[in-house]
């Protein structure tokens, strides 16, 4: 009798700390920069009791890859910041994406135009949604393919380089050089390109030329605010390699 309560009590324990195992555990992100330049990645946890690493901000240069780990249940952005001058206090700012300093700090986005890579993390077996999204802008390109999960786990991203395609009134400007390419919501701010006031729900905001220019370039991501259909993907326990600047699926 003690013995098989003496086993009992075994199996619980290592299933506890098995449990504790994967909640430590969680998503892995690995971010890998195949840009020809250096990239500053910012994380901006959407659930702010739980941030993770990458909040902090960090330098990822030309070639370089870096790992993070989320907890189920988290949701929140990734987007590369380029341009970026800072001092060894790590004030200072960024051509694109910038978000006030080195360390963005809980809360603060990505200044538009800038790529975005989204997720929300179920854990339990259950699906995550993530997906690439243009909405707020680009600045570079960015790819997510997730990694030994199940379900359809589709590869989400923007292969192309629209600051080359971009039209000139969407075009942001250093120098000569077009270093992001605004949305058409950030340009004209008008309820048409924003889906705000009587253009706020599905059926009365409508793809228009800006989005479906994105949308040919970049048919996996999100061009404008509903476009959910084609743009969310969904896989369950799996982690993920987001690329930017990546040169293929």
Known sequence: MATTLRQSL??????????????VQGAVFRLVNQ??????????SGNAAVTIG???????????????????GWSGRFWARTGCIFDDAGNGRCTTGDCGSLKCGAGAGGAPPVTLAEF???GSGGKDFYDVS???????????????????????GCLADLNQSCPSELQVLEGSAVVACKSACA???????????????????SPTMYSQMFKTACPTAYSYAYDDASSTCTCTATDYVITFCPSGP
């Open 10 to 23: 075994l199996l619980i324990t290592a299933a506890f700390f098995l449990a504790m195992e994967g909640i």
């Open 35 to 44: 840009c020809n330049h250096p990239v500053w990645p910012g994380v901006l």
């Open 54 to 72: 990458g909040d902090e901000g960090f330098l990822l240069p030309q070639g370089a890859s870096a790992s993070l780990t989320a907890p189920p």
């Open 120 to 122: 929300t993390l179920q």
């Open 134 to 156: 243009l909405v707020d802008g680009y600045n570079v390109g960015v790819g997510v393919k997730a990694t030994g999960g199940t379900g359809d786990c589709q590869y989400a």
């Open 187 to 205: 340009a004209f701010d008008t309820p048409q390109y924003c889906c705000t006031g009587p253009n706020s729900s599905p059926s009365t905001c």
